[in-house]
């Protein structure tokens, strides 16, 4: 079997049934990494001979017929704002370059209880910011289907790990796009769950409220398996849900006949919404229709307040949760300061990067006195009424369809001058993070140039299995699984 093509699930299969071994799937993936990640950049770091001793561990259980999990011997790629004991969790940025976590984040247990192997950590936008991988520290990651092209942001380099092929799975964070917009320039499936779904618990907070940790997959069905490895209660965070997670590959299978979708009229009635994207996205609701979707017509007016909600939230959120980063905590520490004010701020100007620093001054302003009421309340009072125009259209219908980007991957370093510009990339997702629902992008075609584009679908909270049984219907009804990406 040619491993690196093999969907997640189909690996799993082979590897409990000794088809093939987790040492052979985690060695051909580690090749494939050591032979093209010098042109693609997706990792930061790999960890072969760890990865090879607990891919021999699980060959070893499952040889003496010892119970093993779900994910048992499947490598896994993690964004590198996700901590792991041991490992660094630089988030891509100077201020934590050397900074290595004493502890294993929630979903890193959930990874290990899986019998998932984790190979390598990803790089990202640095602290998550940004819709590009392009503001981070360490090195630039190219979109493996053009490599003179971003792959989106800010998970850059999980999506483009997967579309690469030097991952089955790999997870990421979704703070307004990050795993929606990247999978979608890329070729391959993301997932933001409902806010709560999965515990934030050891993901290095961006925006409080609106972070939400998922998977990337190259089918719908090896993102609901690792949704199944990650989801559900977690004490440690008090956001999380209190309930069991149901099984999201139960009624996977089920189909949408009669299931009602929504097509909302401010999506596609934006400027900048290229045409071919546009023309792909309508063919997709169409695909649904002809699989026993009834299409609906639906509004949702507070769209066109959703950027500049989200960009007061956001970094107000974001000044907040990176004021402890001053160089005498941890993390970088600026050499011979005067005195502790000079201390507190050279090692924030050497250790933050532009965008970053861009994000917190935003921030410190909308929260600061005489500003506070007048940005950042009446931010979260149109948050509320962003969250009610869903409420009322989930009355009607029961997914809803857009875009996840107005265009396809843009050339590196054709928006990096431009904040506005780089900010309206996701414009059709934050939405979805302010009024904490699931999402997800599916591939849905490509353009005349051969670049990927994604469906979006977005569902009612906590009913993400039903929206993954959507958007499995959907892929199903094209009859193809997106192929990795030719690196030669």
Not at 20 to 41: F, N, P, Q, W
Not at 100 to 129: C, W
Not at 189 to 212: C, E, N
Not at 450 to 470: N, S, T, V, Y
Request: with cysteine; proline share 5%.
């Amino acid at each position: 079997m040619d491993i690196t093509t093999t969907t997640a699930a189909g690996l799993a299969k082979a590897i409990k049934e000794k088809q093939t071994t987790s040492r052979e799937a985690v060695a051909a993936y580690l090749g494939r990494i050591e032979s093209h990640d010098g042109k693609i950049g997706a990792f930061l770091n790999t960890y072969p001979e760890e990865a090879l001793k607990n891919a021999e561990e699980v060959d070893a259980r499952i040889a003496k017929g010892e119970a093993t999990g779900p994910l048992a011997g499947v490598p896994v790629a993690v964004k590198d704002n996700i901590c792991i004991k041991g490992k660094t969790a630089t988030c891509s940025s100077k201020m934590l370059a050397e900074v290595a976590p004493p502890y294993d984040s929630h979903v890193a247990e959930q990874l290990r209880k899986a019998g998932a192997i984790v190979i390598g950590k990803t790089n990202l936008d640095e602290f998550a910011m940004g819709s590009s991988t392009e503001n981070s520290a360490m090195k630039l990651t190219r979109n493996p289907w053009d490599t003179q092209r971003i792959p989106g942001g800010s998970s850059g380099g999980s999506a483009a790990a997967v579309a690469a092929g030097f991952a089955p799975l790999a997870l990421g964070s979704d703070t307004g796009a990050s795993t929606r917009q990247p999978a979608s320039l890329c070729g391959c499936v993301g997932f933001k769950p409902t806010y709560g779904m999965v515990s934030r618990w050891g993901l290095i907070a961006f925006g409080s409220s609106l972070d939400q940790i998922g998977p990337f997959a190259r089918t719908v069905e090896d993102a609901a398996l690792l949704m199944n490895a990650i989801s559900g209660p977690d004490r440690r965070d008090s956001t999380c849900t209190k309930n069991a997670a149901p099984d999201f590959t139960a009624n996977l299978k089920d189909g949408i006949n009669g299931m009602k979708i929504g097509v909302p009229t401010e999506y596609f009635n934006t400027d900048g919404l290229d045409s071919e994207v546009r023309a792909k996205v309508m063919e997709a609701i169409e695909t649904m229709k002809a699989e026993g979707a009834e299409i609906v017509e639906i509004s949702l007016p507070m769209l066109e307040y959703a950027v500049p909600t989200y960009y007061i939230i956001a970094t107000a959120e974001a000044s907040s949760n990176l004021a402890r980063f001053d160089g005498v905590h941890y993390g970088h520490r600026a050499e011979e300061p005067g005195n502790i004010i000079d201390l507190f701020s050279k090692s924030r100007e050497e250790g933050f990067g532009a965008e970053v620093k861009r994000r917190i001054m935003l921030g410190t302003y909308v929260l600061s006195a005489g500003y506070y009421d007048a940005y950042y309340l009446r931010a979260l009072r149109v948050r509320q009424r962003i969250a009610d125009d869903f409420s009322s259209a989930f009355k009607k219908v029961d997914v809803i369809a857009a875009p996840v980007s107005p265009c396809t991957a843009f050339k590196v370093g054709e928006k990096s001058q431009d904040p506005l510009a780089m900010y309206l990339s996701d414009i059709y997702t934050i939405s979805a993070n302010l009024a904490a629902i699931p999402a997800i992008s599916v591939p849905c075609g490509s353009s005349s140039q051969g670049l990927p584009i994604g469906l979006q679908l977005m569902g009612e909270r906590f009913r993400d299995a039903d929206l993954l049984k959507a958007a499995y219907a959907y892929e199903q009804a094209t009859g193809t699984i997106p192929q990795i990406a030719p690196l030669g």
